[in-house]
């Protein structure tokens, strides 16, 4: 990166990813994915996404991981672990602008599916967890944005809000550290880190914060419309240099 301002601007985006991943229990991928791939290029955005989610997802499961499902995490866990790789394979691969595209449409429609609830009877049972962690490691891993398939999979079968956000964190850390050990971690100045690190801190202390004072519903709905625009940006922004 060159210049403070743009390393401030991408403290800001990891900050705001990270604050609501903390608040609402997912979405960093959702809001910061698209900005990072902007900023950085989609390989490098991508990857530092990756590095930033399994983070904030393991200060989340610190004070919940006695309630996390562990028995209906296998099958998504092993799933997700056998399409990484692909999506790896695949990101290393295309043109950046296909990347751009390529992000911004799976974010956007990552988002719409959430946010319309889909009901789908391919995603219950064996079959569904199968799917859905298929899907969600290979988006994980070539876009960024693997929560979503695991939300509507958790959706799908009746999870409350309660059962579903510590099991979506022990899944962020394992699918993140998957799609990292793919890749490799992204290549920033040690400034950057810092300054990474640092927002990653301070937007979980936020996000826990707000937690308190944010009704759930408002949380999620300010997460979707952050993620549609910037999933729409960056759908733009490929499909402009292609």
């Given at each position: 990166m060159n210049g403070w301002t743009a390393e401030l601007a991408l403290g800001l985006v990891v900050l705001l990813g990270s604050s609501v991943q903390r608040l609402a229990g997912i979405g960093f991928a959702l809001v910061a994915a698209p900005a990072l791939a902007l900023m950085l290029g989609p390989a490098q955005g991508v990857l530092l996404a990756n590095v930033s989610a399994g983070t904030i997802s393991a200060i989340g499961l610190l004070g919940s991981w006695r309630r996390v499902r562990l028995a209906a995490m296998l099958p998504l866990v092993a799933a997700a672990a056998c399409t990484v790789p692909a999506g790896a394979w695949v990101a290393a691969r295309l043109p950046v602008p296909a990347l751009l595209a390529g992000t911004g449409a799976v974010v956007t429609a990552a988002v719409l599916l959430v946010m319309y609830g889909a009901r789908l009877p391919s995603l219950r049972g064996a079959r569904g967890a199968l799917a859905a962690g298929a899907a969600s490691g290979f988006m994980n891993s070539s876009a960024g944005v693997g929560g979503p398939a695991v939300s509507l999979y958790a959706l799908n079968a009746g999870w409350t809000t309660r059962e579903f956000v510590p099991s979506a964190q022990f899944y962020g850390v394992v699918v993140n550290v998957l799609s990292v050990s793919a890749k490799?971690?992204?290549?920033?100045?040690?400034?950057?880190?810092?300054?990474?690190?640092?927002?990653?801190?301070?937007?979980a202390l936020i996000g826990a914060v707000l937690a308190d004072r944010v009704p759930e519903r408002r949380a999620r709905r300010i997460v979707l419309a952050l993620a549609l625009g910037g999933g729409l940006t960056t759908l733009v922004k490929g499909l402009s240099q292609l």
């Open positions: 490799g971690l992204p290549r920033l100045s040690g400034s950057v880190w810092l300054l990474v690190a640092a927002a990653v801190a301070a937007g």
